[in-house]
């Protein structure tokens, strides 16, 4: 397989096509691997004493390097809070570059996937596979003009893409991508992360007014009524499996839960079943993704909110469009897929081989590798899903969009919640644990009927095959 | 003219309508069209079609070029579609001459212009389906329409505007072996229209964006006179093909699929959508029963080279893909025609518009509209 390498343009990587593939490379793994390890270095040491710990036994040890008994006691020192800050600084810039980085590729996930759904191939010549395309969108797209139209609102025009940033980048700080790594364990994590991502629609809002367009206006409008009133089912529906772990936190409802499937939430109780999919569901149409997308419903409303936007501002809804993926996905993972719990461990694993004093042992790091993995690979397959989603639905009209939000989502998520409240009073855990496993059969046997059904329908058209040849 | 204004003037606003133009450049107008829209938010109070954009006086260039040289002039008239085209004006001038084509070109416009009525019905249902906001299946029916798009430009060297047919008959036979490719192509399509009516013909989404949306009764589509599948979609068999039979078309069997409000009303948009999908297998059986009988002999009738009709009036009417076509040639006894008038189905669709759009919301009317079916140059000419 001749590998058709992108790039053409610039005379560097042509002289050394290697170059392309080390870029790509390094794009594709070794920038996310990067953030990923920063994050598993930085997060867990988000405490004030272990900061303390850390910048203690630091100066000691660049001390020794110079042959002086250097004592450094952050504890008392006036300064204590400005290396807090740094340090705050520092985990800002890993999740916001997270963000991007996330944001970025799945762009890339998304058109080389809609390309082998819509039988076309897909973005393919910009590094291998096609991967660096979204590095050159984003550079295209900062290098544009910013113009702003000369009838809008000229602040809110300009300050509309970073409400719906700070709404994107926000629920960062409780989503935890591994066992320690989280930025903060909040006790009230859940509503916070509801809370804060409900930001996005004062972007989508404020440039949808700003803009002076019609089309503006109504994706704005669209976007307002449509996030308002899912914020209600997705807030119930997250409230089961507060429910069911007796918590708000995050962490804390990961640990409620175990390891393999029969054990997360989903699979305990069948009204966290049905409240999955009806937080996924809302998570969707918070997120603005097709089946509800309307408010920027191309054939309707042309472009509709960012019909009026261009270059580093575009950039930055398309970003927060495309990154709200990570947290929607992130957060159903999280609540009802068992979060990170690697199967076989337990929290006192954890604890034994985080061992006594800083740094932990390479157990205990090899384990949070583990744990990560998990957790990107569970979040990945659902970002898949809801990509696959667009490219297979069409979009629902504004009233029925309403009315399947008010007349089943609602009640529906409500009917879950008393039935968990019973359910959790009523059912001995023994119960839960062979609802667990009669729950997973369950999603087994769906599983392969769709597999058989796909296969059968790709049978009955004959020549339709995955070709590897042109990637 | 600015219709924005004259419609704000034909009806009282209150403060919290706004007019939108939808066009001329939008996504879902399929061409250059603009609806004036005078809407309070999602609900529509009322929209008027302002044509005209694409206006390029192809009438009157019929009256400036002798009647051989328009033929590429009507490809432009409706370039998805543009078979149809070329085949009405063959036959009003025809008539007008006193001429008929020989049979195997008859059966060669028949075989060509069902081709190009399945390569246009691939074109609708997937823009139908993108204006409804699904993506994937217009890739999949523009795919398949390259298949056609490849057979067509077999035959006569173009992929869109085919200027294939000549008054008297057709200009090229068919190649060698290209009907077995047909046929091969037709075995495909059979089942490729199950596989987009998995992919999307019932769709539950699909079903319910459609469904009673856009509802033309009847007497409105008669009244309106709709033609083609926008007039069999609310339930009136009425077919040129088999009504007013010209060319080869009294020698086939064929069905003519009418709505039949299966997930709603008989005349909603879904039924307008159907009764295209189904239309491509109908052109799939003519095409095969075609090829089949396809007579030997002479492609041209004779005809002089220059062609001079005796003064006098005819018509030409087909069915095209977007339902019936009128040509209308005057002769005066010159080399050029005296008036040519074309009645086309686009045109005749914008009109029901307006009265579809009182209290729809924005979303039916991009339905309503993909489901007419409409082309801009047809409209406009």
């Not at chain 1, 002289?15 to 994050?39: E, H, N, Q, S, V």
């Not at chain 1, 799945?106 to 080389?112: G, Q």
């Not at chain 1, 090899?366 to 990107?376: D, G, H, K, R, T």
């Amino acid at each position: 397989v001749r590998i058709t390498l992108g790039l053409d343009s610039t005379s560097l990587t042509r002289r050394y096509p290697k170059l392309a593939i080390l870029a790509t490379l390094f794009m594709a793994f070794a920038l996310p691997a990067g953030l990923y390890l920063a994050a598993l270095a930085i997060f867990p040491l988000n405490t004030p004493e272990r900061i303390d710990a850390t910048v203690d036994a630091l100066a000691a040890w660049c001390g020794r390097l110079v042959g002086a008994d250097w004592q450094v006691h952050l504890a008392g020192s006036p300064y204590r809070y400005l290396v807090y800050t740094l340090f705050l600084l520092l985990v800002a810039f890993i999740a916001v570059n997270y963000a991007a980085v996330f944001g970025g590729a799945s762009t890339w996930v998304e058109r080389r996937v809609a390309g082998r759904m819509q039988s076309r191939i897909g973005p393919n010549r910009t590094g291998a596979a096609g991967f660096l395309a979204w590095v050159a969108d984003a550079v295209k797209m900062v290098l544009k003009e910013d113009t702003i139209p000369a009838s809008a609102d000229q602040l809110l025009f300009r300050a509309a893409p970073y409400f719906s940033m700070v709404g994107l980048l926000l629920p960062f700080v409780v989503l935890p991508f591994g066992e320690s790594t989280v930025v903060t364990d909040m006790n009230v994590g859940v509503f916070y992360a509801a809370a804060t991502s409900a930001f996005v629609v004062v972007g989508i809002l404020v440039s949808g007014w700003a803009s002076n367009s019609k089309w503006a206006l109504f994706g704005g409008i669209r976007g307002a009524a449509q996030v308002l009133s899912y914020e209600i089912p997705a807030g119930i529906a997250m409230m089961v499996p507060v429910l069911m772990a007796g918590t708000l936190s995050m962490q804390g409802i990961v640990r409620a839960q175990g390891g393999w499937p029969w054990e997360w939430f989903v699979f305990r109780n069948p009204a966290a079943f049905v409240a999955f999919f009806i937080a996924v569901t809302s998570s969707l149409a918070e997120g603005n993704r097709t089946p509800f997308d309307l408010p920027e419903a191309e054939s309707e409303l042309v472009a509709g909110y960012h019909a009026e936007y261009s270059g580093f501002r575009l950039a930055i809804f398309l970003m927060v469009e495309w990154a709200n993926m990570w947290i929607m996905a992130g957060l159903a993972v999280t609540l009802f897929l068992g979060g990170w719990q690697v199967p076989q461990f337990v929290a006192e694993d954890y604890a034994r081989l985080f061992g006594t004093g800083l740094p932990p042992s390479l157990g205990w790091f090899l384990l949070q590798v583990a744990s990560m993995l998990i957790f990107i690979i569970k979040t990945w397959a659902l970002v898949f899903v809801f990509i696959w989603l667009r490219w297979t639905l069409p979009r629902v009209r504004v009233d029925q969009l309403m009315s399947v939000c008010w007349k089943y989502l609602v009640p529906g998520a409500f009917l879950c919640f008393i039935v968990t409240l019973l359910w959790q009073m009523l059912v001995p855990p023994v119960g839960m644990d062979y609802t667990g496993y009669a729950l997973t059969l369950f999603a087994l046997l769906v599983l392969g009927k769709f597999l058989v059904d796909t296969r059968r329908n790709i049978a009955k058209v004959k020549g339709h095959r995955v070709d590897l040849s042109n990637w | 003219m600015n219709i924005e204004r004259q419609v704000l003037r034909r009806t009282e606003t209150s403060a919290e309508e706004i007019v939108v133009n939808f066009g001329p450049q939008h996504p879902s107008t399929h061409g250059v069209i603009n609806f004036v829209t005078q809407t309070t938010g999602e609900i529509i109070r009322r929209s008027v079609p302002d044509v005209g954009y694409l206006h390029r006086g192809l009438e009157k260039i019929g009256e400036l070029v002798p009647y051989p040289g328009y033929m590429p002039f009507t490809d432009r008239i409706d370039y998805l579609a543009a078979m149809f085209a070329n085949e009405g004006y063959a036959l009003a001038v025809e008539r007008l001459l006193s001429v008929e084509a020989p049979p195997r070109a008859r059966y060669i416009r028949a075989i060509a212009g069902e081709l190009c009525r399945i390569s246009n019905h691939f074109i609708s249902i997937g823009t139908m389906a993108t204006d409804i906001g699904a993506a994937t299946p217009l890739t999949h029916a523009l795919r398949e329409r390259e298949s056609v798009n490849d057979l067509l430009e077999e035959l006569c060297g173009a992929r869109l505007t085919f200027n294939c047919h000549r008054i008297g008959g057709v200009a090229y036979d068919l190649p060698a072996g290209w009907g077995d490719k047909v046929l091969r192509f037709l075995d495909h399509l059979d089942s490729y229209v199950q596989e987009f009516d998995r992919l999307i013909s019932f769709n539950k989404i699909y079903v319910k964006r459609l469904a009673n949306v856009g509802v033309i009764t009847r007497a409105q589509a008669i009244d309106y006179g709709l033609v083609g599948p926008n007039l069999r979609g609310s339930g009136v068999k009425w077919d040129v093909r088999r009504d007013l039979p010209y060319g080869a078309y009294p020698d086939f069997e064929f069905d003519i699929p009418v709505g039949t409000g299966r997930f709603g009303t008989v005349g909603d948009c879904w039924d307008r959508y159907y009764v295209r999908v189904q239309e491509m297998l109908e052109s799939s059986k003519i095409i095969r029963q075609a090829l089949a009988k396809l007579p030997e002999g002479e492609i041209m009738a004779k005809v002089p080279r220059k062609l001079k009709p005796e003064a006098g009036e005819a018509v030409g009417r087909v069915e095209s893909a977007r339902g019936e076509m009128l040509y209308y040639v005057v002769s005066d006894g010159s080399e050029k025609a005296h008036r040519l008038r074309v009645r086309t189905g686009s045109f005749m669709a914008m009109a029901i518009i307006e009265e579809l759009s009182h209290g729809i919301m924005v979303a039916d009317l991009i339905a309503i509209i993909a489901s007419l079916d409409v082309v801009a140059p047809e409209i406009d000419r």
